[in-house]
């Protein structure tokens, strides 16, 4: 697959799921568990959500799941994995910040897995994360560290990843509390190795 189809979700959601990424959402959902104090009433929106991968994770850790995607592919895979599953906890919505107007509907949790990097302006959608969160809300992000341009190739219009320090000081002018970030994990990509950060801020 040429590298620009790296970001055509719609052709990419059929094969998506597979070993590596389903151990990524693992680890990263432990993560978040370590990092937020979780509980089944919370109400909690996975952004960018794909398959849902991340959201299958945290299942029964909180309570019921909004998956949003703007991929009319990703969400259709999600869709049936939620069928097949059952799973009545977990609701897939069409959703892009970038585009769309804020949702009346308030979230105690917002969390992602990799997909801050497709979004042009990071500082608005974490704006827009903040107004849709109640108050003792939190955000656990999960990114790239800076890379080199390598995850996606050349002509990719994507972030290389972040450096820790833009994110926290952008998750406080957004107006979040206790905003910190940590390692993660790592992914390995086209035989390299990427190092993944947590960010995670509280709303108050
Ligand atoms: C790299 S994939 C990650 C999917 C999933 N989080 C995972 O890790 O398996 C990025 C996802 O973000 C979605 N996405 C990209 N830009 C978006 C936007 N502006 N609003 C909502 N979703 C977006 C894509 O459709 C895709 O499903």
């Not at 849902?52 to 259709?76: K, P």
């Not at 059952?86 to 308030?106: G, K, M, Q």
């Not at 994990?185 to 960010?199: D, I, N, W």
């Amino acid at each position: 697959m040429p590298e620009a189809r790296l970001t055509d979700f719609d052709a990419r959601a059929q094969q998506w799921d597979d070993a590596q990424k389903v151990r990524r959402a693992e680890q990263v959902a432990a993560a978040v568990r370590r990092a937020v104090e979780l509980h089944p009433a919370m109400t909690a929106l996975e952004y960018g959500a794909g398959t849902g991968l991340l959201s299958f994770a945290l299942r029964g850790v909180v309570g019921q799941i909004t998956l949003a995607d703007s991929s009319a592919g990703m969400r259709a895979v999600a869709e049936r994995k939620i069928a097949a599953a059952e799973a009545s906890d977990l609701r897939v919505i069409d959703l892009d910040l970038t585009r769309d107007p804020l949702p009346a509907t308030h979230y105690d949790l917002i969390f992602s897995m990799m997909t801050l990097h497709h979004v042009a302006d990071v500082p608005g959608l974490l704006g827009a994360f903040h107004s849709m969160l109640n108050l003792g809300g939190w955000v656990c992000l999960a990114d790239l560290d800076t890379e080199d341009g390598s995850f996606h190739g050349p002509g990719v219009p994507v972030h290389h990843g972040f450096e820790r320090s833009a994110l926290r000081s952008w998750l406080v002018a957004a107006g979040f509390q206790d905003a910190a970030v940590q390692d993660c994990c790592t992914l390995e990509h086209h035989g390299r190795e990427y190092s993944v950060f947590l960010a995670t801020a509280r709303k108050s």
